[in-house]
């Protein structure tokens, strides 16, 4: 099983930036990993995702401002955000899908993540 821990989450003003972290334990070699956020009565969205072998992609409502990136030997996963708005304001989660065998691309599909972590809190407000 995979199991993550999170953290990163804070209350900041808008226009200011937060790096989300996401240590992952039990995770193959191959792997998809992503941030999806979910604010109060909305619908879970992804956010970023990453791939170990295919590269990334990001929502159109947060291109040009936030960043994923990983880190292979401490198998972390980062979501570097800038230019915070409180349209940002949400619970954000970790998720994972890995394989020794097979090689994923990055996606912002909920269903193509089985594994899914608790949340950490991102606060946009003035």
């Known amino acids: 099983a995979v199991h993550f821990e999170e953290s990163g989450g804070d209350s900041v003003q808008p226009g200011g930036s937060l790096r989300l972290s996401c240590a992952a334990s039990?995770?193959?070699?191959?792997?998809?990993m992503a941030w999806f956020r979910q604010a109060p009565g909305k619908e879970r969205e992804g956010a970023a995702a990453?791939?170990?072998?295919?590269?990334?992609k990001y929502a159109d409502s947060v291109k040009d401002r936030f960043t994923i990136s990983r880190d292979s030997a401490k198998n972390t996963v980062y979501l570097q955000m800038t230019s915070l708005r409180p349209e940002d304001t949400a619970l954000y989660y970790c998720?994972?899908?890995?394989?020794?065998?097979?090689?994923?691309?990055?996606?912002?599909?909920?269903?193509?993540?089985?594994?899914w972590g608790q949340g950490t809190q991102v606060t946009v407000s003035s």
């Open positions: 990453i791939s170990s072998t295919h590269g990334s």
């Open positions: 998720a994972a899908k890995s394989s020794d065998w097979y090689t994923f691309e990055p996606t912002l599909r909920a269903g193509d993540y089985i594994d």
């Open positions: 039990g995770l193959s070699s191959k792997y998809r």
